[in-house]
């Protein structure tokens, strides 16, 4: 009899998951609750992996980057998410966007016709009965409320939340190009992967005082005290911790040269959306301001006096549990092990992440119904590092690190957020502070190079051994 595995939730853990045990020889019942006429409050479709906020996966560098380590860690070991991301790919310099609409029915075809793998459209509402046996929740950040309230239940602990918020697109036709240019920063991937808006000194002040001015989203009471991802701040909350944060943040006019010869004090940047061009999203645009406000206050940035907006921003709570005190390090629910979680719902960040996240799960399970024994990957990985954050088996000892997404600083990672202290457990993306230490004395220049090669070295002798 062929072993049997139930996967709630077909976003990007859990459609990997569902993936990797499928190829393993299991047979798979994905359950997504989402239909024809029922959404979340972020989701636009029905669609399987749909990409919801940015199209980007960020830097592919798989040589000087954390993030482009895990996507090259992921295509060798089999990775459906960044077969399709890299088969549906459109420009965007040194990182890996694709077609968000392509992308997502290819991940949804896929497993449609996978003979192991079933698909059904329902709301699971309490944690899976026993007689399911084997079983991964990757129900991401807008788990249903009678679910999420289960799973409080199951753990004794109370979710941890924090706002994730969604960048406006613009449609292209509607940019003025006697203004804006198109132009990577320093001049990486085609070198013209980007749209950029330049300002002025007085044009990035009025900005400013327009973006705090403006009204914002009214959280509800109980809402209020959730704090932020500081990965994904809203662009007005930047704005509030300094008139020059957003000039040395998204906003920054480095590695650009307006071709009309004046030079920029920031720069707007917005990046392909759809493999048409038709579409560009505001990169680090994500925000809280109602949809009126956002008209007027991004229709200012020279460039987009003009703009016609596919999506305006938006916002939207997201939930995680507090995995190191809960999870094992197979992603077991302490309380009952033949539960395992995947994804963003764990304290990962990020979409290639939560798709990694799903990878080790669908594995871990697919290994336990086949009688095998399958060990995590080792803590030098980029995936084996994400494992050991989430699970607890991070280092006390870390010296804050910014990750670069296509030449833009996403933020600092604080000390807090790398301790293993699970008083204050919050997401994170991967990040090279999340590695443990070179074993050899390496300089700084060289240093994020040592830690890719040791890592995907380390990667290629893991998967040998299964």
Request: proline share 5%; net charge negative; with cysteine.
């Amino acid at each position: 009899m062929q072993s049997q595995l139930h996967i709630i939730g077909g976003g990007l853990a859990g459609s990997e998951a569902a993936w990797q045990a499928a190829e393993a020889g299991v047979r798979v019942t994905l359950h997504e609750m989402r239909t024809k006429t029922r959404r979340t409050e972020a989701h636009q479709t029905d669609k399987l992996a749909e990409l919801v906020c940015s199209n980007s996966f960020r830097s592919d560098d798989a040589e000087t980057s954390a993030i482009g380590c895990l996507h090259e860690e992921m295509r060798r070991a089999g990775s459906l998410i960044l077969a399709k991301a890299d088969a549906h790919r459109i420009p965007a310099g040194g990182a890996l966007a694709m077609d968000r609409e392509a992308f997502s029915a290819a991940v949804q075809s896929a497993l449609e016709s996978h003979p192991n793998i079933t698909v059904t459209r329902e709301e699971i509402t309490g944690l899976p009965p026993a007689e399911w046996g084997n079983c991964i929740i990757a129900t991401g950040p807008l788990t249903s409320a009678a679910l999420a309230e289960s799973i409080r239940a199951a753990t004794g602990e109370e979710h941890l939340a924090f706002f994730d918020a969604i960048a406006p697109i613009v449609h292209t036709e509607s940019i003025n190009f006697e203004i804006a240019w198109f132009q990577s920063r320093y001049d990486k991937g085609t070198g013209k992967d980007y749209i950029n808006c330049p300002m002025t000194r007085a044009h990035y002040a009025d900005f400013i005082a327009a973006l705090l001015a403006a009204e914002k989203t009214e959280f509800r009471e109980w809402e209020k005290n959730t704090p932020y991802f500081e990965g994904c701040l809203p662009i007005e909350v930047m704005a509030e911790r300094g008139p020059e944060t957003l000039r040395f943040g998204p906003m920054k006019p480095v590695g650009l040269t307006n071709p009309r010869g004046e030079k920029p004090y920031a720069v707007v940047q917005l990046r392909q959306d759809n493999v048409l061009g038709t579409l560009y999203n505001m990169v680090g645009f994500q925000t809280k301001l109602k949809y009126g406000e956002q008209q007027g206050v991004f229709r200012a940035i020279p460039g987009l006096e003009n703009a016609e907006f596919a999506r305006l921003g938006g916002i939207h709570r997201n939930t995680f549990i507090n995995s190191p005190r809960v999870l094992d390090g197979a992603l077991r629910l302490k309380a009952k092990p033949h539960i395992r979680f995947a994804g963003q719902v764990t304290g990962v960040e990020g979409y290639v992440e939560s798709a990694a996240c799903g990878l080790l799960a669908g594995r871990f399970a697919a290994a336990e119904l086949l009688g095998k024994t399958l060990a995590p990957p080792p803590s030098t990985t980029a995936m084996g590092a994400l494992l050991a954050h989430i699970t607890g088996g991070h280092y006390e000892s870390v010296t804050p690190q910014s990750e670069t997404i296509a030449g833009l600083d996403t933020g600092t990672i604080t000390p807090q957020q790398v301790r293993g202290d699970n008083q204050s457990f919050q997401p994170m993306n991967i990040n090279f502070g999340l590695f443990p230490p070179l074993e050899d004395k390496i300089g700084k220049k060289d240093r994020k190079r040592a830690y890719c090669a040791r890592a995907l070295r380390d990667l290629d002798a893991w998967l040998s051994v299964q």
